[in-house]
């Protein structure tokens, strides 16, 4: 129950502090006083969007603050067991909205997202708003309140997840089915370029070195020439160059033998020798090795042109021309691969649709049994609100496709499930029943939102309602009836309402009047608690506007006197 509700800051409330009580709370007062900013108040701790427009100009932050006392310790045990908060008899819930647009969350004093925030106000609180009947209006809406009353909730976002799985499962399986159809028309292609690739037998500096071969083999005569005529004047002929130092070396033999001082010269000739031998040697075996073979030449020419027509095709280098060839390769062994995974996510798309459809199939037969007790459970509210011969009634369509030229049809699984629901009222005898957006009356449609509202709100277990304008559209002997309606709802939870209308508010336990003032050169809102007198002028001013005369306060006390027989006596 809402035992306390703090307001700063919030528009042309400056500061108010309310101290609510069980049973029926009736909030009234002129168009305009701020009637509605209570509501929004409401609103932002159950996570509405906070402005900077909802701050008092001149204010740096607007806050809002409300105590709840636990009345039924049970359900909220194991909702705050869920969220590891320790049970308490109150809670203590805070929102804070500053001019940079962002906003603060509290829960009992510890910070808390405002996801948490509105999600413990959603278990304590039933709001309904004067522009909420058009969500009932709405069919699309109906299946939702549906599975509300059931207590399907859970269940239906259940099956939504498992719908939800299914179909992002059949669109990664579309998607590859569309990339292997993709590869598919390139794999004839990709498997000649690794045949042709393949059957170059590529290596890394392959080109370098034929290169360096074919200028070789190209001047062959020349090389050969100049590698004998090296050899024949180091060694090949009596007046090479060796024979003569062969000479020299002997004669240093003999200096040395009577001179030491000769002797590391004598060393240096022979050693000099030796490496000129081994030049010697080496141009007799590169020029041995050097034969003119045209046929060898030609099979390098073709080589060379080969790699450099790969290379125009493939890429700039060689290394890039087997690169490509190990990234072609892959894409084949991707495109095996890709069948490989086709199959095993077909498999899991198939699984999924079977969970989903399972799923859809118990929450469609859960659904048509809830749908006469819903229908049953408005009949009884509305019956108790001036309309005794209405009928409610829950209408369902099963979503179906027909095949292009063919009536043949088959049943479709959506994001809801399998079927369409609307909700159909006959308010009066002998009148068929029809949809709900067809029905005139605003008075027969607000006490069906009320009716509905009441239903819901004692399903989900909420022990404050609040009805801001609950008077839409409705007025003398129906607003007296929707006024005894909310005082036995009042009954069995808290009730605050906002109204207009006298014939309402003088059904309520507790009476606030809500007026705006202007003190200094501000306007601000006051909300009072009002005596037992002050409540009998404000009926009557209600009654009769501004003037209040000794007619309108008789009238008033009357009222009091047959909403509220046992209280206490008004003079």
């Known amino acids: 129950m809402l035992v306390e509700l703090r307001i700063k800051n919030l528009a042309i409330l400056d500061q108010v502090e309310l101290l609510l009580e069980p049973g029926f709370n009736v909030f009234t007062g002129e168009t305009g006083a701020g009637k509605s900013m209570l509501v929004q108040a409401v609103h932002l701790l159950l996570g509405a969007k906070g402005s900077e427009d909802l701050i008092r100009t001149g204010a740096p932050e607007a806050e809002v603050e409300a105590r709840f006392e636990i009345v039924s310790k049970e359900p909220w045990t194991s909702w705050l067991a869920e969220r590891e908060l320790p049970f308490a008899n109150e809670l203590l819930l805070r929102r804070v909205v500053s001019r940079s647009g962002r906003s603060r969350s509290y829960l009992n004093d510890q910070a808390a997202t405002l996801k948490f925030l509105a999600a413990s106000a959603q278990e304590l609180i039933n709001l309904s708003g004067q522009h909420e009947h058009q969500t009932f209006l709405a069919p699309e809406n109906h299946l939702h309140i549906l599975d509300s009353f059931a207590g399907l909730t859970d269940f239906a976002d259940d099956f939504r997840t498992a719908y939800h799985h299914w179909r992002q499962l059949e669109k990664l399986w579309q998607q590859l089915q569309q990339r292997q159809c ?78 030491a001082d000769w002797s590391a010269r004598l060393t240096k000739v022979a050693d000099i020798t030796l490496e000129l031998e081994d030049l010697a040697f080496d141009l007799r075996d590169y020029s041995s090795s050097l034969h003119r073979d045209p046929g060898h ?13 790969l290379r125009r095709k493939y890429g700039s280098t060689l290394t890039e021309v087997i690169d490509y060839l190990e990234k072609t390769r892959q894409e084949l062994n991707n495109l095996d691969n890709l069948e490989l995974e086709l199959a095993e996510l077909a498999a899991q798309v198939k699984a999924a649709c079977q969970s989903a459809w399972e799923k859809a199939e118990i929450l469609s037969q859960r659904r048509r049994e809830a749908a006469p007790l819903l229908a049953a459970a408005v009949e009884t509210e509305i019956h108790g609100l001036a309309m005794p011969q209405a009928r409610f009634s829950v209408k369902f369509w099963p979503l179906r496709t027909s095949f292009e030229g063919s009536e043949v049809q088959q049943k479709v699984l959506g994001v809801n499930g399998l079927d369409q629901v609307e909700f159909f009222l006959a308010p009066n005898p002998g009148e068929d029943p029809k949809p709900l957006s067809r029905i005139a009356s605003g008075g027969e449609l607000s006490r069906l939102v009320l009716g509905l509202k009441n239903i819901l709100a004692i399903g989900a277990g909420v022990h404050t309602s609040i009805f801001d304008e609950v008077d839409a559209g409705i007025g003398g002997a129906t607003a007296t009836v929707v006024g005894q309606k909310l005082r036995r709802l009042a009954q069995t939870q808290q009730i605050i309402c906002i109204t207009h209308l006298p014939h309402i508010a003088c059904f309520a336990d507790t009476h606030f009047r809500v007026e705006k003032q202007v003190i200094g050169a501000r306007t601000v809102t006051m909300v009072k608690k009002l005596t037992s007198e002050e409540r009998l002028q404000e009926l009557a001013r209600m009654l009769g506007g501004a003037l209040v005369t000794d007619a309108t306060l008789a009238h008033a006390k009357e009222m009091l006197t047959t909403a509220r027989p046992n209280a206490e006596a008004l003079s």
């Open 297 to 309: 030449l030609e099979e390098i020419d073709q080589r060379l042109h080969l790699l450099q027509r």
């Open 182 to 259: 993709s590869l598919e028309n390139s794999k004839e292609f990709l498997i000649f370029q690794v045949q042709e690739l393949d059957s170059a037998n590529l290596h890394p500096g392959e080109e370098e070195e034929l290169a360096s071969e074919q200028e070789r083999l190209r001047h062959a005569t020349q090389l050969f020439e100049a590698a004998r005529a090296g050899y024949d004047r180091l060694y090949g002929n009596k007046a090479s160059l060796i024979t003569g130092l062969t000479e020299v070396k002997k004669n240093l033999e003999l200096l040395a033998r009577f001179d």
